[in-house]
């Protein structure tokens, strides 16, 4: 049972950040040139599992969104008070037609990132729930129609450590992303974002 505990406490302490950045109009080139070479510093500090840029996406919403996430808020804290990560936001503050606005997400709730979200508003609890069940649901009859028979004469504890093991990255990296995706429409409602 502690390895599953563990698994999930892991999870929990998992922290995504959004950065949105408004540029001014014709620095844009220069802009995502300095923010990807931030991006490639940030991987080089323990904890980070990633990030991903994404452009504006309309005329209406004209923000860059960076977004990336480190194991806990220590490792952040260690990215965001370096001397590395200090000197690259010099670099291209002078680009921002305004400061940029952070939103940091903790927990289970960084599955239901949308980079178009700003400020990140998490989804009602019972959408979560829902959401993450329709993820859960198939793939755990997946694991079990696939390996059921190899799994079945391990002790109890090795099976469930192994079965979590390999469920909560697919459920973090490759799921939770893609769902969240395709039920932004319910999980998001168009009047909530506009109120965002």
Same mark, same amino acid.
């Given at each position: ?9 892991d999870?929990d302490k998992?922290?995504t ?10 620095s844009?080139?220069e ?9 490639m ?6 904890g ?8 504006p996406?309309t ?5 860059y ?6 194991r806990s ?10 001397p590395?990560?200090?000197a690259h *936001? %010099?670099?291209?503050?002078? @680009? #921002?037609v305004?400061?940029?606005? /952070?939103? &940091?997400l903790?927990g289970?709730?960084?599955w ?6 700003n ?8 959408k979560?729930t829902v959401?993450?069940w ?8 997946i ?7 190899? *799994? %079945?004469?391990l002790?109890? @504890? #090795?099976?469930t450590m192994m079965? /979590?093991? &390999?469920?909560?990255?697919l ?19 168009k009047q ?5």
């Open positions: 049972m502690n390895h599953v505990t563990s698994a999930t406490e999870i998992v922290v950040v959004v950065v949105s950045r408004r540029v001014k109009p014709g844009e080139a802009f995502e040139k300095l923010s990807t070479a931030m991006s510093a940030a991987t080089q500090f323990p980070h599992l990633g990030s991903n840029m994404f452009r996406a005329a209406d919403d004209p923000e969104r960076i977004v990336f996430k480190f808020q220590e490792d952040l804290e260690h990215w965001q008070n370096s590395e990560r200090l *936001l %010099e670099s291209f503050e002078k @680009l #921002l305004a400061p940029a606005k /952070t939103e &940091v903790s289970m709730v960084t239901f990132t949308l980079p178009t979200q400020p990140v508003q998490p989804p009602a609890k019972y979560m959401v993450s329709l993820a859960l649901y198939p793939t755990v009859s694991i079990f129609l696939v390996f059921g028979g190899l *799994l %079945e004469p002790p109890l @504890l #090795l099976r079965i /979590t093991g &390999v469920l909560m990255p459920m973090s990296y490759v799921l939770m992303p893609r769902f969240t995706r395709w039920f932004a429409f319910w999980l998001y409602p909530e974002q506009s109120r965002s």
